[in-house]
């Protein structure tokens, strides 16, 4: 897909991956609609990216305000020609302990929001358009601490892979990109509750993420499941075809992933 002249639709965009995001769009001569919650953050940072970013503050969990986005994109932008699915939810630890309705709330920002900004902006979006979620290696394989996330993620995955033919009808293509941990700030507000086992995988930045991101963009195909780090989302399929494999490799992989938790708190009190 040709970037120059392009409208693209970034959901959490305010901040890490979807700020990265943005940034890339814009610098390949794209315009970006910025979606977020937070009014203040969000206007900052479309002022540093100048007039062809502009915001739209809105929180993707308030579902007929998100039905309506896609018509006021273009009523503002003139077109939509990408839908970047980013925003996400997580409530760490065990499951218990958080109430029902947090939980709940994870699947309709993590998974029913994307389905539903993407039905509705599929009937808008200009032929040749591109979707791409931002989902997780979590989505390939559970991860204790994380089950209901994990669920959110997995069902996103699997939607886009059998989506991918009905979005061909419309000539829209699908994709999703899948990080293991990134460094953006996004589990330091509940840091004790991250699992050693998510710390067991290298840990890259919102930028490598939105290098893949940019790849899905400009690939002719649909239907891209795109892993990053690359061999962590190998072990994640590995693990998950063979069960008793990645069992035996849980305790190792635990105490590889503490020493790097603690390397990395250390990081951030230095």
């Known amino acids: 897909m040709k970037l120059e002249g392009s409208v693209a639709l970034v959901t959490g965009a305010s901040s890490g991956i979807g700020l990265a995001v943005a940034r890339a769009l814009v610098r390949g001569g794209g315009?970006?609609?910025?979606?977020?919650?937070?009014?203040e953050r969000l206007d900052k940072v479309c002022a540093e990216l100048g007039p062809n970013a502009i915001a739209f503050p809105l929180d993707v969990g308030d579902l007929p305000k998100l039905i309506a986005l896609p018509?006021?994109?273009?009523?503002?932008?003139?077109?939509?020609?990408?839908?970047?699915?980013?925003?996400?939810?997580?409530?760490?630890?065990?499951?218990?302990?958080?109430?029902?309705?947090?939980?709940?709330?994870?699947?309709?920002?993590?998974?029913?929001a994307p389905v539903v900004l993407t039905r509705v902006a599929a009937d808008v979006m200009t032929a040749g358009g591109v979707v791409i979620n931002v989902a997780s290696l979590a989505g390939?394989?559970?991860?204790?601490?994380?089950?209901?996330?994990?669920?959110t993620k997995a069902g996103l995955r699997f939607w886009a892979l059998a989506a991918a033919d009905?979005?061909?009808?419309?000539?829209?293509?699908?994709?999703?990109?899948?990080?293991?941990?990134?460094?953006?700030?996004?589990?330091?507000?509940?840091?004790?509750?991250?699992?050693?086992?998510?710390?067991?995988?290298?840990?890259?930045?919102?930028?490598?993420?939105?290098?893949?991101?940019?790849?899905?963009?400009?690939?002719?195909?649909?239907?891209?499941?795109l892993d990053i780090p690359y061999a962590s989302g190998k072990l994640a399929t590995l693990s998950y075809l063979l069960p008793g494999l990645g069992k035996a490799l849980r305790p190792l992989l635990e105490k590889k992933g503490a020493r790097a938790k603690e390397k990395y708190a250390a990081s951030k009190r230095s």
Not at 72 to 79: A, F, H, L, Q
Not at 195 to 209: D, G, H, I, N
């Open 31 to 39: 315009r970006v609609a910025m979606v977020a919650r937070g009014a």
């Open 140 to 151: 390939k394989l559970g991860v204790p601490g994380s089950a209901v996330y994990s669920g």
């Open 71 to 112: 018509a006021e994109v273009i009523e503002k932008m003139g077109r939509l020609d990408i839908v970047v699915n980013n925003a996400g939810l997580h409530y760490r630890g065990d499951m218990f302990r958080h109430d029902a309705t947090k939980l709940a709330s994870m699947f309709t920002v993590n998974l029913i």
């Open 166 to 225: 009905d979005l061909a009808r419309k000539s829209i293509r699908i994709a999703n990109v899948n990080p293991g941990p990134v460094d953006t700030g996004f589990f330091d507000d509940d840091f004790e509750n991250v699992s050693a086992l998510t710390f067991s995988q290298p840990m890259v930045s919102a930028e490598a993420v939105s290098d893949r991101v940019m790849e899905a963009i400009g690939s002719s195909e649909t239907g891209l499941d």
